[in-house]
């Protein structure tokens, strides 16, 4: 087992007077994929965005209880928000490039990071369209919009721009749910090239997909993590009935 | 069979009676557009546009109207876009949307929108001249007259309150048209708030703030209450040269030329190319900002 990157301990979360994260207790290993599965609405996704802070953004939230990133308990009150994110980069649903070049788009996490100098800034737009595997696509329209980019490219896009800021972490909101089988499927790839450098924690909707690139799978159902294990364990012989159930298709 | 023929009547009344009323607004428009052009069209020349008015203004041209026109929506605009765009980004990305202090805001802007034009002339003359600018010469001048008359100056601050609502409640549009997804990207990307605001949403917004810009200067440029008691002046020989100067305004020299002038009939062509330059440049902003608006939206759906 590797080192463990993020826990949480006892962690809920509530949206005004709902409970929406009940009890959450994980230890998520570094430079591993873990995905989240689960019945929409099961709160994987709010936990998602729980490990960057994401949800402060969001009136009403409040959590109780602790998650630690490298042992740093990330909301404390003296965290700069803005330094976890850094660390902990984020994959939309739904991609959502800057309408600026494709250039702009990767740089700009650098920029606002006070990189001024242009070969520095070429290295690093470079290496991260590289890193998503969008480099050879690319490489020669740079100062193109993003927005004239097909759908499963302004994906790999955004992931180059998450990249660029080099992060610790990649935190992945369904990134392929609006794509196409083939764009979905680089995507996969990607993600499993990833892991080399990042740890990745996913949330998909697709069994199939976090049977085939996650190493770990957490199934959460109404707000509960039910189990949490070695993806292969988890679909071929899941310790809790409501995991088989749903992996098995009979609800959700 | 009659029932029917009947209903089929008053059908065809109401829709002619609302059609000829719709109608009724296209001609209006057609006979004053037409009135002032055909009754300006040879008036306008080159020297019309660039001499000052000859002759106790029955002759010669417009210039000083159309630069102190210029210059009055160039320091409005100036003092209105900035503070509007800031108020705007105040509500659309600090305030709570259902704040105490929003809905406060909104009232004010509503409010600031219906007062009559002439009551801003009334609070620029007794806010801005025989308050302010009384004060400034007592503090800086020894009590010499300077700061506490009417000026360009406190006439486009005057005309920038009455512009403001535009400007506020443009750019609150053109800002809330950045979807959300990009602030959360930006965000998620470990920028700070001001970041996003300054390198995503405003930039991403630029034109509807533009169109607020627009709308803002054109309605600037064809009020006359809020300068009546500010600043402008029924005639000068010079072109203004400092803050404190009066100035000729395009709106006001029509009124004056209409009802103060000595020979009415005289000045009929002055009247009538000076109405065509104002209506020519009202057009002109708005159709640039009906222009722009149209491409915001364009953008937005796409």
């Known amino acids: 087992m590797t080192r463990e990157k993020i826990h949480t301990e006892n962690m809920f979360l509530y949206y005004g007077s709902k409970l929406a994260l009940n009890d959450i207790s994980i230890q998520i290993p570094e430079k591993k994929v873990t995905a989240f599965i689960g019945p929409s609405g099961c709160g994987k996704s709010t936990f998602l965005r729980s490990l960057n802070r994401m949800n402060d953004l969001i009136d009403g939230v409040k959590i109780e209880g602790n998650i630690f990133i490298d042992d740093i308990n990330i909301y404390d009150n003296n965290i700069d928000v803005v330094t976890l994110r850094k660390k902990v980069g984020m994959v939309f649903q739904k991609s959502n490039p800057f309408a600026k070049s494709i250039y702009e788009n990767v740089a700009y996490g650098p920029r606002i990071n006070g990189v001024k100098e242009k070969k520095q800034l070429d290295e690093i737009v470079e290496t991260a369209l590289r890193n998503a595997a969008i480099w050879e696509e690319v490489k020669d329209r740079l100062g193109d919009s993003a927005m004239g980019l097909s759908g499963g490219q302004q994906q790999r896009l955004c992931i180059a721009r998450t990249l660029a800021v080099n992060p610790e972490i990649v935190l992945m909101d369904e990134p392929a749910s609006a794509l196409d089988p083939l764009s979905t499927s680089k995507i996969e790839e990607l993600i499993v090239q990833l892991k080399e450098k990042y740890t990745i924690v996913i949330v998909t909707h697709n069994m199939q997909q976090a049977a085939r690139i996650s190493d770990l799978t957490a199934f959460f159902y109404l707000g509960e993590l039910i189990e949490f294990d070695k993806t292969k364990k988890i679909f071929t012989n899941p310790d809790k009935k409501q995991t088989e159930d749903y992996i098995t298709g009979r609800f959700g | ?302």
């Open chain 2, 1 to 302: 069979m009659i029932k029917s023929f009947k209903k089929n009547i008053k059908g065809i009344l109401i829709e002619g009676l609302t059609l000829s009323s719709a109608l009724l607004i296209i001609a209006i428009v057609v006979v004053m557009v037409t009135v002032i052009v055909i009754g300006g069209k040879d008036q306008i020349s080159w020297e019309f546009l660039t001499s000052f008015p000859e002759d106790g203004m029955t002759k010669g041209g417009i210039f000083p109207a159309i630069y102190g026109t210029a210059l009055l929506v160039i320091i409005m605009s100036v003092a209105a876009v900035p503070f509007g765009t800031i108020t705007a980004i105040y509500l659309t990305e600090y305030a709570k949307e259902n704040s105490v202090i929003a809905k406060t805001i909104r009232f004010a802007v509503r409010t600031l929108a219906v007062i009559p034009s002439i009551i801003y002339g009334l609070f620029g003359l007794g806010f801005f001249i025989k308050f302010v600018g009384t004060q400034m010469d007592n503090t800086f001048l020894g009590g010499q007259l300077k700061w506490g008359q009417p000026n360009i100056l406190w006439a486009s601050l005057t005309m920038a309150l009455l512009t403001l609502p535009v400007v506020i409640v443009s750019v609150e549009e053109a800002l809330k048209t950045v979807p959300k997804d990009l602030r959360a990207a930006s965000l998620a990307l470990g920028a700070t708030k001001w970041q996003t605001i300054w390198k995503v949403v405003i930039p991403g917004s630029i034109s509807g703030i533009m169109t607020g810009t627009i709308l803002a200067v054109s309605r600037g440029a064809g009020e006359v209450a809020p300068i009546l008691f500010t600043g402008v002046a029924y005639y000068v020989a010079t072109l203004p040269s400092s803050l404190s100067d009066q100035f000729m305004v395009l709106g006001y020299h029509i009124y004056v030329m209409t009802t103060q002038s000595a020979n009415v009939d005289k000045t009929m062509p002055i009247q009538f190319g000076t109405t065509l330059v104002l209506l020519a440049l009202t057009f002109i902003l708005n159709i640039s900002a009906i222009v722009l608006r149209y491409r915001i939206r364009k953008k937005k759906t796409n």
